[in-house]
């Protein structure tokens, strides 16, 4: 019965419909790049600079040759995976800090959100370009630099909503009728603080993809593994002779950020509304 | 204004603290970094000189135990001494303070600018809710939202510079026109449009949206309907009573996204070639030159300070409220 | 002023009728409503919340949240014209200017942005042609009218700095500015605490017999009603049910709701004869003391809150113990203390001899069962995810019971508080206020306590609800032989449940004594201004309607 009310809610917001249509898209062509596109992307696949709707080359293809539409289907696996890994990081790092200021309160608090502000402070972008390069860029300092500096929005969100569930009245009930703070985290706080968290995980998977694009942009990508940001880097350079080198593997960027952007309203819209109503 | 002086000391103490944080952090990313520390520091370049890799070991002790080093580290970063790059034979402060002027113009420029537009486009969204005018501000937020900053850039400068030619496409002015005097600025105005664009357009959008639902909120508040009940026109609810509030949580939004948006000169700075801190950290990257990485990483953060100062006075000056109860 | 006709009314509502967007409980939020006012006149509306009370109001200041609901039927002629069909300047012209309102809630009806001064001079500048200096000498005598210290100081203040009662003299200031014909009052003094209500009723009361304005005053409590009505329209579900003078309604009501209400009307003159004690204390809590650091940072000291002082009491078995105060004395931080909900800083709490406050975590754990809590806002104390069967079994089951036998034992419970079977299964949204009052207490009870802390449980209520949760605190207490300490700033609930009652003022108590002795003879000055600022405390309930009451019990 709630799941229905869900996804009503949800498809009434017809731009969450067709952002969960795109998504579905890029997630079936990241899955079936290999099918669609056999052979490694890094290969020469026809003559350099071909222009889209050349043969073999439906995009066109880049300086060595390489076919786009190949390269675009690819790093739509790699954006996916980091997308999703190092928000799942952010996520665990978050929650985990923002759950124990916000039930514990007073000095834990006090020095979790010093903490959260210092990382608030730095410039999220450029830590993670010295943390990459630092490490050396793979996919694993990638995914931990990216999660590293998302992590502070969702541990201030965790606090906040922790730290008002905690004094709410069902809370203090579980407290006076003797159930264990694990129970009341896990059962009473944990279910009522979902959505936000889950909202603005969304959101970060978006943010996540735009982050590791830079990175790739800047030449911090994994250097075994093709991504848009990489594709958007190298046609840089060669923009005047070949602009569809950057345009197409940049419409991919958008199309997918924007369908996850679209779906996060979704959730939000769907999730929310239903809490504050039966609060009313 | 007692409250105020609080404030700004209160909010220095914080700076300096979190500042301290930063050096800390950088020195242990050196030492967590793969590798001996003394290469790490010295970089690609260097660290093939034997002479030069000793003497950073000689200078900070790196035989020594580990909070020695610590020590003489802070020591050093308190002295403004942030380094030596190898592979520029300059220290690594003379470099920056060299490039930080055509960056601090460059970020400064796109978040007021950002902000500007920002609140006008959400007021302007906010008061025809609902209109087609409200769509398409929505509409480009959206998708401005969704687009890397980067490729903006790229695509901007396909379009006005290599398609139409109207605008400079890189660099911070003219090389060997010899301009002095207005028509230097002005040469210098035309190639900062297209960065400062690209660079604002994204945090544009986010606080116009922010500006938006703000506003949409706090009209549905207890007190506008007292200002209704006055019988104030429409302009003046929206003027006096309902901008000043909706802005405040803008002003929270823009001091912490400060950090991104210097951030983001990284790649407009690479995009276009700005002589910046940021096109400097694109090249230190690709030489791995650390000491100067590293360097960047301090002097954006204390950039970012600033502007968190900065808008905690605009929201004191907002808000009458920060200065008693804080 | 303008001298009003003679033969037209200064506001004539004929068949107003305001519709509620599909999918509402009821297709109209006010259903043909007629009603006059007129000059130097108090009309008090008075109904239940969802009466469609405020709609009204809201309805002639434009105020209405457009497009969802909107006026369905019917005029609102003011000095015979109708305000409904006015071009808007026109309308605007009126609002603030001949009729104004003043709103429920002071702490959010200014703009905290905005000096006081100023935001009662935009109704000047709006409606008048005085110079900024004029207006400016205007505000402050206006300030000093509605009896707030230093108006000129105070002009220049943010609403921050006032409190309820100098925000709502505000408000009605406000109100004043262009000398309206008409003034609105929505609940204006629900908010506020009762010594407070009482000065702002005043107030209200001089400053409309001073003016000879006509005024509407909105409210539930019929307590209200006597202190300044000169007419009454009862509403019900948007229907108005009784409409006639104060006296007639007030002492002669003729439609059942009316005396339903009334009837449900607590009065503090019936007081509940003396306790007798039995046996060894229950508890003794004494010389409690808490303080909390408010504030504090990096160049500032914390400042100090003396949330209790010295507080000392005795609970026996089967006693009510009532803890009065206004918002802010510190009464919540006693029945906290006890529930194990806030760490005392010194004092002893003994229950059955034990000091709780000596207890480590474990060791006080047994006496979580025995002492249990009956919280204030139904909405908030039940956790919207669970089932109510849950709700009230998740207690027993922590502490060891079989999951499938705590599960009946709350259907057993959840009638005994009077629902249905099928209750256990559905979700807390599912159920009224006073209903979910009901599966508070039942959780409570599932614990199988000795002491049960109530803190305001039926404060969030309507009247009518209130006296069926309060019947059922009493006939459970009765039933199973609680000890109940009941938290409360309505001294007329109090005087309905409790034994013994302690007034508590600025964290201490003023007054401990019987609730005989207390109501009849108070010692202390405080209980005295208290008792003295109840509404309608000159009023008798008519007899037919007491003893209606009386063997409903």
Known sequence: MMKSDFWRAFARNKGAVLGLVILTAIVVLAAFASVLFPGDPWDMATAPFQPPLSEGAPLGSDMLGRDIASGIAHGARVSLLIGLTSTAAALAIGVTLGALAGFHGGRIDDAIMRFTELFQTIPNFVLAVVLVAIFTPSLTTIVAAIAVVSWPPLARLARAEFLSLRTREFVQAAITTGQSNSSIILRQILPNSLSPIIVSASLMVATAILLESSLSFLGLGDPNAMSWGYMIGAARTVIRQAWWMSVFPGLAIVLTVLALNLVGEGLNDALNPKLARSRG | MLGFAHLFASRLVKAVAILIAIVVMNFFLVHAAPGDPAMVMAGEAGAADERFVAQLREQFGLDRPLYEQLGTYVGKIAQGDLGFSYRQQRPVWDILAERLPATLVLTLTAFVLALALGVALGTLAAVTVGTWADSAITVVALLAYATPIYWIGLMLSLLFSIQLGWLPAFGYETIGAGYTGLAHAADVAAHLILPVITLALFYMASYARLTRASMLEVRGLDFIKTAKAKGLSQSRIVTRHVLRNAILPVITVAGIQAGQLVGGSILIETVFAWPGIGRLAFEAVLQRDYQVLLGIFLVTSIMVILFNILTDILYGLVDPRIQVSQ | MTT??????????????????????????????????????????????GSGKSMTAHAMMGLLPAPHVRV??????????????????????????????????????????????????????????????????????????????????????????????????????????????????????????????????????????????????????????????????????????????????????????????????????????????????LLVAERVRKVFQVGGGLFRKSKPVVAGDDLSLTIHPGETVGLVGESGSGKSTLGRSIVGLIKPDSGRILFEGTDLLALDRKGFRPYRRLVQMVFQDPYASLNPRHRVGDIVAQGPVAFGEDRGRALARARELLAMVGLDGSAADRYPHEFSGGQRQRIGIARALAMEPKLLVADEPVSALDVSVQGQVLELLDDIRKRLNLAMLFITHDLRVAAQVCDTIAVMRRGKIVELGTAREVFTHPRDAYTRSLLDAIPGKAWHIPDDLQTAKAEAH
């Open chain 3, 72 to 281: 369905a039927g019917g005029s609102l002629l003011f000095k015979g014209r109708d305000v409904l069909t006015m071009p808007e300047a026109e309308q605007r012209s009126l609002r603030g200017g001949r009729i104004a309102m003043v709103f429920q809630e002071p702490m959010t009806a200014l703009n905290p942005l905005m000096r006081v001064g100023r935001q009662i001079g935009e109704s000047l500048r709006e409606h008048t042609t005085l110079p900024p200096a004029a207006r400016r000498a205007r505000v402050v005598e206006l300030l000093a009218q509605v009896g707030l210290p230093n108006p000129a100081e105070l002009a220049d203040a943010y609403p921050f700095r006032l409190s309820g009662g100098q925000r709502q003299r505000v408000m009605i200031a406000m109100a004043l500015a262009c000398q309206p014909d008409i003034l609105i009052a929505d609940e204006p003094t629900t908010a506020l605490d009762v010594t407070t209500q009482k000065q702002i009723l005043d107030l209200i009361r001089a400053i409309q017999a001073e003016r000879h304005m006509g005024m509407m005053f909105i409210t539930h409590d019929f307590g209200v009603v006597a202190e300044i009505a000169h007419r009454v329209a009862v509403m019900r579900h948007g229907k108005l049910v009784e409409y006639g003078a104060a006296s007639d309604v007030l002492n002669r009501p003729q439609h059942p709701y009316t005396r339903q209400l009334i009837a449900s009307v607590p009065h503090y003159i019936e007081h509940r004869d003396d306790h007798t004690k039995s046996g060894a204390p």
């Open chain 3, 4 to 49: 009003p006709l003679l033969d037209v009314p200064l506001l004539d509502v004929r068949g107003l009728s305001i519709a509620l967007p599909p999918g509402a409980d009821r297709p109209l939020a006010v259903d043909n409503l007629t009603f006059t006012l007129n000059p130097n006149e108090i009309l008090c509306v008075v109904g239940e919340s």
